[in-house]
């Protein structure tokens, strides 16, 4: 069983950056695409970044790029984001997600990831 723990959210202001961190455990971490996810007050939850178990390929939503950037470690089992230049409309729970390697499939959607962490709250202040 896939465990996936999320850290790193708190209360930022405009302007600043954070780094969330997802720690896997459980399965191979190296056989898993990988992706972040944020549900804000309100709204549905929406895909934000994706990455392959490679690493070679990354997907961002139109809203974060250039801002955000998700990597990979896979000596610590871990997926990042890195997220620059905050604006209030970032605030939400940050989710990290997880599916055993595929192709062809979409990285965008919800129901493509097998596995969830349980969230972390990104706040950023006007």
């Known amino acids: 069983q896939v465990q996936l723990v999320e850290s790193g959210g708190g209360l930022v202001q405009a302007g600043g950056s954070l780094r969330l961190s997802c720690v896997m455990s459980?399965?191979?971490?190296?056989?898993?695409?990988s992706a972040w996810f944020r549900q804000a007050p309100g709204k549905e939850r929406e895909f934000v970044t994706a990455?392959?178990?490679?690493?070679?390929?990354?997907y961002y939503a139109d809203s974060v790029k250039g801002r955000f950037t998700i990597s990979r470690d896979s000596a610590k089992n871990t997926v990042y984001l890195q997220m620059s230049s905050l604006k209030p409309e970032d605030t939400a729970v940050y989710y990290c997600a997880s599916r055993l390697k595929r192709t062809g499939v979409s990285f965008t959607r919800e129901s493509v990831y097998d596995y969830w962490g349980q969230g972390t709250q990104v706040t950023v202040s006007s």
């Open positions: 459980g399965r191979t971490f190296s056989s898993y695409d």
């Open positions: 990455i392959t178990w490679s690493g070679l390929s990354t």
